[in-house]
């Protein structure tokens, strides 16, 4: 067997290999750039960017500091959450040119919790090609770390701020079988805390995953009775870039999946919080008087 050595990687053919793929013209590119450490790009992303024509960013300080660290200097255009319908039409004009276009975020995917969609629908309204280049996001990294045991998981994002949204929310959130995934600011952590411990069983196991890829990553797993005491013994804690994990509720703990919730906002719509939870029984064979229950969070929620 050959032993790769570390230093003997930049020779490795795989590099010469992401040359060699089509880019092609005409195309919009989503762009996956690093959460943290910057050296967690893909080969085919940095190929591209070397290729493309303009950057459509979130911040043009910030791309153009990252693309600076890969000796890259490259006509970047702002695109934020106010101005992606305008900024579509530019680029669908550059595309129609024929030039290659790279849309990026600050950090991680875009269109995950960030500015791209809405780009991404006008282009492709507009019959153009668009083509993923996919690396870091924070969700599936944190997920990948957790050892929360799982097949499913709910992509939430961030929460409402105010507190009555965001424990309407969490309330509609908790039957779900799936892992929870949440965004979290630093200065929202301890209020994201306290309100999952007043919606969620305190068995419930969390996992913070805080400055992923960074000098200071921190992946702690708990339970939810624990997590308030955890993040307020260090001051660091309420620092850095959050996502916080909820395990799943467990199968015949609670009357809901996904399905069942939907099925019974669709009754709800139509009868009485007893005829939802009669009908709602019958049709997903799950525990009338659970239903019943969710019946009465949802109609208050
Ligand atoms: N598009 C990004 C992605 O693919 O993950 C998410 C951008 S969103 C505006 C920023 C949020 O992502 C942060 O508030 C935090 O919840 C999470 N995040 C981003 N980088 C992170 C990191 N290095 N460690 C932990 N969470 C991070």
Redesign the pocket.
Known sequence: MTVIQSSQIAQLPVMGEAAQQSYPTATLYVVATP??NVTDITLRALHLLALADVVACEDTRKTGALLTRFGLSKQMLAAHQHNEREVAEKLIERLRHGERVALV?D????A???PGARIVDAVRAAGLNVVPLPGA???VAAISASGLVNDRFHFVGFLPAKAKQRETELAALKPLAATLVI???PHRIVDCVEALAAVFEPARQVVF??????LFEEIHRCPLGEALAWVKADANRERG???VLVEGAAPDADAGDAEALRILDILLAECSVKQAASLAAQITGRKKNALYELALQRKRA
């Open positions: 959460i943290g975020s950090a991680g995917t875009p995950v919790s960030d996001s924070a969700a965004y979290e600011a995953a805080r400055e992923l890829t960074k870039e959050f996502v």
